[in-house]
């Protein structure tokens, strides 16, 4: 009786789900076709022109990128990044001064053998 019920129930969400897909999607369709909509859409750009006209949209942009500067110095992440720059230099650095330092060392060696062969 569990696994009926299960099953039942299961059946029941997939056609509620259908039900509330087909309804949202008729909605949609209705809204977008309709007057409300070009009326919202409409007043939407008035008030976009009204702003960008006010130097608002501007102000907002810089204000938007100023914190978001002031975040990263608060948050360390410029700090971060340079100091990831800096040790990425690091390695390559330790990276050469191995493979001389290999070099040097095999050429020390060779001029031992040949040195305590004569």
């Known amino acids: 009786m569990s696994e009926d019920l299960k099953k039942s129930a299961k059946e029941w969400f997939k ?6 897909t087909e309804t949202a999607t008729a ?10 909509k070009k009326n919202v859409d409409e007043k ?4 976009e022109k009204v702003l960008d006209d006010l130097g608002v949209t501007e102000k ?11 975040f990263d110095k608060v948050s360390g992440s410029k ?3 340079l100091v990831e720059e800096r040790l990425s230099k690091q390695d390559s650095y330790n990276d050469l ?6 070099e040097a060392l095999n050429r020390v060696s060779e001029l ?4 305590g062969s004569k």
């Open 60 to 70: 907002a942009s810089e204000i938007s990128s100023y914190t978001s500067d002031q």
């Open 15 to 20: 056609k509620a789900t259908d039900v509330a």
């Open 27 to 36: 909605i949609k369709s209705e809204y977008d076709g309709s007057e409300l």
């Open 97 to 102: 001064l191995a493979e001389k330092l290999d």
């Open 112 to 115: 031992e053998k040949k040195l």
């Open 44 to 47: 939407l750009k008035e008030t």
């Open 79 to 81: 700090i971060l990044e």
